[in-house]
């Protein structure tokens, strides 16, 4: 597999699958698991958040700059995978050695280990971009979320479900593992796998024009966020992060300690509805895709869960009527339906504005805004939750209302959809060009649009 072709092999998305659905285990195993590896030894939701969020804390920083430096450095091995390999083995150690925690200080180092090397590996995108041409990005976005779905069902239905499990293996004399351990030990494998992909798989073509230079703070700023376009794409970016992505970390907190469910019932109320969306609504996202606006199926798949996730909070609020389990996977289902639209159409829809040389600049952009977002998000969700509870008056209880999650997600997708209204209007002036729906030659420098 490599670079800068006009059109691939089929056979090639299904193989760049592979790393999508590993950095969605990743995402998986950073979000409930983690939460509930952490709350052994932390129980307060602001805690909980601010260690949720040091993920985008190092996107902003790590992230962002490896995505800048692979636009701008040349190797024998490309300019993309040296930063992939070497992050993804990180994440190999960090996955390998959280289970052996025993403290919240060790834990907390192999946290930010895990997430600094995460973060060395952002670059895959404008890889993976790189290797599927424009025409081809919608319909391979149904392997790549196809790839993703599977991944969460196999995730929830088998490793989540059997997270408080115990499990006696027979060879070497015999030895009991937590389902915990087991979760996190097959993340690091699954990664290595990756490694393996991307290493051994892929290889980057020389650009035509590769501009080498060092790291300057100065030239950064203004490279990234020096054009209006890039700017206008970052705010669409961060759309997801205001709609629930930054904050979701608590939802199986609402699931298990407000509903009373267990970590099993949710993980499998999880996977069916995943299953459903691989077999109805990814199929339907992708059709889709490439024959109407990626822009519209983005706004739906914005709104659809916080309007599902209000219902459930008065729902639960005015005890309108028990949550049973079929409940909780209806709304699983229709959940999970509106963000196959999300996604399928997310990364498509961003890429279609920019030209093929800035994809690690603009990638870097999205990395600092995301992060900042999240970080930002996911810190404020755990003080809104804490600030909720009080006014209800459940902190005297020593309680938490978790499902106040959903009126700040509500707010903050109302926001989100202004956003793409508002970039909707920039794209019809001319004052976004859609490099992806174009033909034209390749820009000389400091010719991006300003206006």
């Known amino acids: 597999m490599e670079t800068q072709r006009a059109q691939v092999p089929w056979g090639w998305t299904a193989w760049l699958a592979l790393p999508w659905a590993t950095l969605h285990y990743l995402e998986l195993a950073c979000a409930a698991p983690l939460t509930f590896t952490l ?13 949720a969020s040091l993920n985008t804390a190092f996107t902003f920083t790590v992230g962002a700059v490896a995505s800048y430096m692979s636009d701008r450095i040349w190797t024998p091995w490309g300019r993309r995978r ?15 050695l959280i289970p052996l925690a025993g403290n919240l200080w060790t834990l907390a180092a192999l946290i930010l280990l895990l997430h600094l090397c995460q973060d060395i590996a952002k670059p895959y995108e404008p890889l993976y971009n790189e290797i599927v041409p424009p025409a081809q990005r919608g319909r391979a976005g149904i392997v790549r979320t196809t790839a993703v779905g599977l991944t969460g069902l196999v995730f929830n239905a088998v490793l989540f479900a059997g997270f408080d499990r115990d499990y006696h293996i027979a060879a070497f004399g015999g030895f009991h593992v937590r389902g915990e351990a087991v979760l996190y030990w097959a993340g690091a494998a699954f990664v290595a796998m990756t490694v393996l992909l991307v290493g051994c798989r892929v290889r980057e073509t020389l650009p035509e024009r590769v501009t080498h230079e060092r790291f300057e703070l100065r030239r950064f700023l203004r ?10 794409l970052y705010l669409l970016f961060a759309c997801p992060f205001l709609a629930g992505m930054s904050f979701a970390t608590f939802v199986p907190l609402f699931q298990t300690e407000q509903l009373g469910f267990s970590k099993s019932d949710v993980a499998y109320a999880g996977a069916i509805a995943l299953l459903t969306s691989i077999v109805c609504f990814v199929p339907l996202a992708g059709f889709l895709a490439d024959r109407v606006s990626r822009l519209r199926l983005f706004q739906i798949g914005l709104a659809g869960p916080a ?115 508002a970039f909707q209007r920039w794209v019809a002036c001319g004052d976004i060009v859609p490099y992806a729906r174009q033909v034209l030659p390749p820009p000389a420098a400091g010719s991006y649009p300003t206006n």
Not at 39 to 51: C, G, S
Not at 83 to 94: C, D, I, Q, R, S
């Open 307 to 421: 309007l599902v996730n209000v219902v459930l909070f008065l729902v639960v609020r005015y005890r309108v009527a028990p949550i049973e389990y079929p409940a909780l996977v209806a709304f699983n289902i229709v959940s999970v339906g509106f963000l196959a639209l999300l996604h399928v159409a997310w990364g498509p829809l961003l890429y279609d504005y920019v030209p093929p040389e800035r994809f690690g600049t603009v990638s870097a952009g999205f990395s600092v805004v995301g992060g900042i977002a999240g970080f930002v998000l996911a810190n404020a969700a755990g003080g809104w939750i804490k600030l909720f509870s009080a006014l209800d008056g459940r902190l005297a209880q020593g309680q938490f209302d978790y499902s106040s999650i959903f009126i700040f997600q509500l707010l903050c997708t109302v926001v989100a959809l202004g956003v793409t209204v």
């Open 223 to 232: 490279e990234v966020f020096g054009q209006p376009q890039w700017c206008r």
């Open 82 to 96: 040296p930063f992939l390999v070497v992050g993804w083995m990180g994440v190999v150690v960090a996955l390998a």
């Open 39 to 51: 709350r052994k030894f932390v129980e307060d939701p602001a805690l909980l958040a601010f260690f």
